[in-house]
């Protein structure tokens, strides 16, 4: 993994040339953007028509056309490249759910996110808006959750990216952990 500095360095112009920035962080990101992309992809239905790389270029595209905020470092960049490739499977799964009234995107977890049935199908949907409840609540444990689960990072990759320790993250990971197992319980089978 690229160190940090090289991130925020690159990162320093975004405000004045997106492209040439995206330009430059493109071969240094790409591959822990690739292991992301898989990630959310692997925890997808079987069938869905995205590939990773398809994924991270539609992550891209909605990165560098994005009104205002400025990237501030590699903590930030990867937690917002994580939050728009989120967003784009729940746009999929929100067309889908449209289309075939009710049959929804489904998200097959990992077994190591205790949400109490960890090989059930979970609709992204719910997910999605079980993040953003706790987002709204606690935005720093919503993002330890999103980067574990969905963005794959190791704790200590998190605590680093997050700039907290390592106890504060493994408590905010419970936190976030409880509150998803309590909003996914209360969802319909």
């Known amino acids: 993994m690229t160190s940090g500095t090289d ?49 991270i270029n539609e992550a891209y595209l909605r ?8 990237l501030h470092n590699r903590a930030h960049f990867y937690a917002l490249a994580a939050r728009l490739m989120r967003q784009i499977l729940v746009d999929a799964a929100r067309v889908r759910h449209s289309e075939k009234r009710g049959a ?9 996110l205790d949400v109490g049935a960890p090989d059930r199908g979970l609709d992204m949907l ?14 720093r444990v919503a993002q330890v959750v999103e980067l574990r689960y969905f963005g794959g990072l190791e704790l200590k990759e998190i605590a680093e990216t997050l700039s907290i320790s390592l106890a504060t993250m ?15 319980a209360e969802q319909p089978s």
């Open 63 to 70: 990165l560098v056309s994005q009104d205002g905020g400025t």
């Open 170 to 184: 493994k408590r905010d990971l419970t936190l976030g952990q409880a509150w998803l197992r309590r909003a996914l």
């Open 7 to 55: 991130i925020t360095l690159i990162l320093q112009d975004w405000d004045n040339d997106r492209p040439r920035v995206m330009e430059q962080l493109t071969p240094v990101v790409y591959a822990e953007l690739r292991r992301i992309a898989a990630r959310y992809l692997r925890n997808e239905r079987p069938n869905h028509t995205l590939q990773p790389t398809a994924l």
């Open 126 to 139: 719910v997910v999605h808006d079980a993040l953003e409840k706790l987002g709204s609540h606690s935005p």
């Open 104 to 112: 929804g995107g489904c998200l097959q977890l990992n077994a190591d």
